[in-house]
């Protein structure tokens, strides 16, 4: 039986090997990311555009994918199902591979919190960010995303704690977002972890279980009574201005037919006064003149009349001679 040749045995081994250490020689990095490379332990200073790279085999370089164009997220007190995030899913194999009946527990705890006056009141709340700076992201902390989540979840329980429960439960929640969203920054920027935080937004927030219905009872009445206030300035609207202005009218017409009293007694006392002054004049010829001008006035209202002569016997005769006017 013949034996293998050792140096054979040799050369396929180290061939082998550089096979596969040119396999593992190139790689890709993604279009919304950029590639960190460390060659024995220090990071080389300009990352790594996206395309196909070569890197040193044999442990030479190493290559971090880090995704600083694309949209990251977090969710505090509920998990979506199949999130990116190993912090909420369940069956990952990484050390937050939780059980679902911790992973509960877990959520309950960061959704508990209290408010400024005594309080208790679940918030569930999303983050949104982006790695804004790779190098200290990869080699300022050493679980960046870990310190994001007990950074979010602190300044969200002190703003939280600053507001009364109506507050965070009706009209405070765009200003907790926003007040949020700045300290939680401040504290990124204070600690250099790479991360720009872009949003906080609220999801569900609401009274404890225990206390929901009756929450809801009292929400309830409060939009009766918005209703009913709404209903009663529609009416008030509706009844009032119509009301002022009938009396507007009214008070034009009054002032109207005053003005129209006070033109006529002027009129007839400038008439008077002008009759008083012709009268001062000619006493005898001015009372003939009125005396003549009344008679002109009231015959003609007498209807049918008869002038006789003071000495006539009997007005039977003069009646049969004509039946018309006279």
Not at 72 to 94: C, I, V
Not at 238 to 266: C, F, H, W
Not at 276 to 303: H, Q
Request: proline share 5%.
């Amino acid at each position: 039986m013949e034996t293998v040749n050792p140096k054979i045995i040799l050369l396929a081994i180290l061939g082998f090997a550089l096979v596969a250490s040119l396999s593992t020689a190139f790689y890709t990095v993604p279009t919304e990311s950029v590639g960190i490379i460390t060659r024995v332990g220090k990071m080389k200073p300009d990352p790594l555009q996206p395309g196909l790279h070569f890197k040193l085999p044999f442990g030479i370089d190493k290559v971090e994918i880090v995704p600083v164009l694309r949209q990251l997220k977090q969710e505090f007190g509920f998990g979506t199902r199949g999130a990116t995030n190993l912090t909420q899913s369940l069956g990952t194999g990484s050390k937050w591979d939780y059980s679902r009946r911790e992973l509960q527990m877990l959520q309950n705890e960061e959704k508990s919190m209290i408010t400024g006056d005594s309080n208790e009141a679940t918030v569930e709340w999303i983050i949104q960010y982006r790695i804004d700076s790779p190098a200290d992201y990869l080699f300022r902390a050493r679980a960046p995303e870990d310190t994001l989540r007990d950074v979010s979840e602190s300044v969200m329980r002190e703003v939280v704690g600053d507001r009364t429960v109506d507050e965070v439960l009706t009209v405070g929640r765009k200003a907790i977002e926003d007040e949020a969203t700045l300290k939680m920054q401040a504290l990124m920027t204070k600690y250099q972890l790479g991360l720009q935080i872009n949003q906080v937004q609220l999801k569900n927030v609401n009274p404890p279980e225990e206390v929901q219905s009756s929450f809801n009872a009292v929400n309830e009445a409060k939009q009766q009574r918005e209703q009913l206030i709404n209903v009663a300035k529609k009416e008030y609207n509706t009844v009032v201005p119509k009301a002022s202005g009938l009396a507007d009218q009214d008070i034009s017409q009054a002032k109207g037919y005053a003005q129209q009293r006070v033109n006529e007694a002027e009129g007839d006392a400038n008439r008077f006064n002008a009759v008083f002054t012709e009268y001062s004049k000619a006493p005898e010829v001015t009372k003939r003149r009125l005396y003549l001008e009344t008679l002109g006035e009231v015959i003609p209202m007498m209807g049918d009349k008869i002038i006789m002569d003071e000495n006539a016997q009997q007005v039977l005769p003069l009646l049969q001679l004509s039946g018309s006017k006279k």
